[in-house]
């Protein structure tokens, strides 16, 4: 008997390919999902195994090369599905050290708020009203920026940022 092997996918072979800086797509405008189906269930599955499978605490539908406005986020085990989110309402200040699964190995400090009011649509099209304070709201926002084409590199200074762009161009033509 011959096995189709697309019936026989294992969990690994599920993980979406992870785009790098600086492939375009990161940059590129989303587009709301209007269609909440079993397809979107899945593509939701399939990114929450690519951020665990990277040990990354989120990611976006960009960062898989899609341009949706779709991100999921784990804090400590709880999982977030983000569908067309929203910020409501932002408050304080914060600074923590960030990184992103598009930055392999990079690592800096990035001001935030330290509490946001986000509704956002879950895979099923319901929607929710989530409080998040300290690494939580850093999460949020950080997924909720790379829906808008926004890097956390952004948020640092001219130099530091040159800095991390270089460093990520070498390595890209390294991998050419
Ligand atoms: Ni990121």
Redesign the pocket.
Known sequence: MVMDAKNEMSPEELGLEVRVFPDPVLKRPTEPVRVFDAELVQLVERMRRTMYKHDGA?L?AP?VGLSLKLAVVDCGGCFYVLINPKLLAQEGEQVGEEG???FPGIFAPVQRPQRVKVEAQDEYGISHVYEAEDFLARAFL??MD?LDGK??IEHLSPLKRGMIRKKMLKRAMQEA
């Open positions: 989120g976006a960062q992103c699964l598009s950080h997924e790379h890097l956390f």
